[in-house]
């Protein structure tokens, strides 16, 4: 929404877009273009040109991060049963796949494509069809909610949400100074996020298995400091 609202939104039959598709119908009357439906739900079979690049994805970003944690998880480094490091280990991987995933779309957006059938002329890069074909209506702060406001409106008006469960627990997560404090060790002392992706992607699984151990190790520290 910080980018603007499109004419039209193609979602799959899942229900995890039901506010994307609320918003959308939210901010219809300011689309570019009123000749369409704001949204439309298609099987995903049929949306291949985004599907597939989720192969993608996992082959540069999730698989190298999954099989260091799944080594880490055989070698009894970490016990998965415990909320504390299972938070510490979510929250490490997050922002590692984080730097990845931008990277990922860096590289998507600048590549090549050629003209193909169904779209003979789409060449250039997607970041230079975008701008040439750009269909964003701009939209001003004021209309755009925050998620905790989307949430409500769409409660108010009879939907249904469930709130994400959190993965793990974390002790110290009411408690921002803590938080800080954890962030200013793990950088201080620990690989960077950026250096575990890195290694992770060559085979190597240091970097990212002393940053998760860190991370551990720091929360239980701060923790039996209070």
Request: hydrophobic share 35%; charged share 20%.
């Amino acid at each position: 929404m910080r980018e603007g609202v499109w004419t039209q939104l193609r979602v799959d039959q899942g229900t995890e877009f039901v506010l994307t598709t609320f918003i959308q119908d939210c901010l219809a009357e300011y689309r570019p273009e009123q000749n369409c439906a704001p949204w439309v739900a298609t099987s995903s079979v049929h949306n291949l040109r985004i599907e597939r690049i989720w192969p993608e994805v996992n082959q540069r970003v999730n698989y190298p991060l999954k099989r260091v944690v799944v080594a880490m998880h055989e070698q009894g480094l970490i016990h998965m049963q415990d909320d504390v490091e299972k938070f510490c280990v979510s929250m490490v991987l997050i922002k590692v796949a984080r730097i990845g995933v931008q990277r990922f779309m860096s590289s998507w957006n600048n590549h090549h494509m050629r003209a193909s059938i169904g779209r003979p002329g789409a060449t250039g890069t997607p970041e230079q069809c975008f701008q040439q074909n750009n269909r964003v209506a701009s939209l001003m702060h004021v209309h755009v909610p925050t998620t905790e406001e989307l949430v409500h409106l769409y409660q108010q008006r009879g939907g249904r949400i469930e709130s994400s469960g959190r993965f793990g627990w974390d002790p110290i997560g009411d408690d921002m100074q803590l938080v800080h404090e954890r962030q200013r060790r793990l950088e201080l002392n620990f690989p960077s996020y950026e250096e575990c992706f890195n290694s992770a992607v060559r085979g190597d699984n240091q970097p990212l298995q002393q940053t998760i151990i860190g991370c551990i190790r720091i929360t239980f520290n701060i923790v039996n400091t209070l």
